[in-house]
């Protein structure tokens, strides 16, 4: 039940589905001066909606910042990929689609290829509404075992649909490995925040290794301030329900 309602906040939070409603309540106003109150919303939305700078402005606030190598311990027992970078529902079913956030990926082989961790756990099912055939954990394995990882020195987790199942699913696991104690956990800048919490609530202690960036460094060109960019929209669609799903986490206890 939490799962669904879950995909049904993510609609109700996104910023088209606002803009879309603003709209169509312009079209349904039947007094003139209550349509331009709508239309007037709907462009203040576009306006702030579409501006970069705002967005990744209120996203460098959010996102935790990158960790430097040299602020890692010299060797950790395994580094927690955490999935949500795979696209299960494409076809053909022949090969591993990759979408936004596949830093975490190539950080995670990062750490174990410079000798930072001796294993990868990789964690997560699949968050579709129907289960699929495969998970994203195993679309993940198959291209650590391409990059030459080899099979004994990954852990997979293919049960959780969410942040909170990631962390707890995850303990279980490493229930089977009492030799893994240090924990380095890699995902998502924007949503390291949320699964360090899920992980410390649970009893484990990793280490924060934000991957994944969606922010840039601030500038003070036109463009960064003022030349709107429908990519902002996605933007503040992904700060919105990351921000919620914290806020959701954090009143039922899961952080």
Not at 67 to 81: C, E, K, R, S
Not at 100 to 126: E, H, M, P
Request: aromatic share 8%; net charge positive; charged share 15%.
């Amino acid at each position: 039940m939490f799962f669904l309602l879950s995909k049904v906040l993510d609609f109700v939070l996104l910023p088209t589905v606002w803009l879309l409603a603003l709209l169509l309540a312009a079209l349904v106003a039947r007094q003139p001066r209550r349509q331009r109150q709508w239309l007037i919303a709907a462009a203040l939305l576009t306006l702030v909606g579409t501006n970069p700078a705002l967005v990744n402005e209120a996203l460098l606030a959010w996102e935790m910042p990158p960790v430097p190598l040299a602020a890692l311990p010299a060797h950790a027992d395994a580094a927690v990929l955490l999935t949500g970078v795979t696209e299960v529902s494409k076809s053909p079913h022949d090969r591993v689609y990759l979408g936004q956030g596949a830093d975490r990926l190539t950080n995670a082989l990062w750490l174990y290829r410079a000798g930072r961790v001796r294993r990868i756990i990789v964690s997560g099912g699949s968050g579709a509404v129907l289960q699929k055939a495969h998970t994203e954990a195993e679309d993940l394995t198959t291209l650590l075992r391409l990059a030459g990882v080899p099979q004994s020195h990954i852990l997979v987790e293919t049960r959780s649909r969410n942040t909170h199942e990631n962390a707890v699913f995850t303990k279980q696991l490493l229930v089977a490995h009492p030799d893994i104690q240090s924990l380095i956990l890699v995902t998502s800048a924007f949503h390291e925040r949320r699964a360090l919490g899920c992980f410390y609530k649970v009893g484990l202690s990793p280490i924060p290794f934000p991957a994944g960036f969606r922010t840039t460094d601030r500038a003070r060109t036109p463009d960064y301030w003022f030349v709107p960019d429908p990519e902002a929209l996605v933007l503040w669609s992904l700060l919105i329900h990351e921000m919620s799903g914290w806020a959701v986490y954090k009143a039922l206890g899961y952080l």
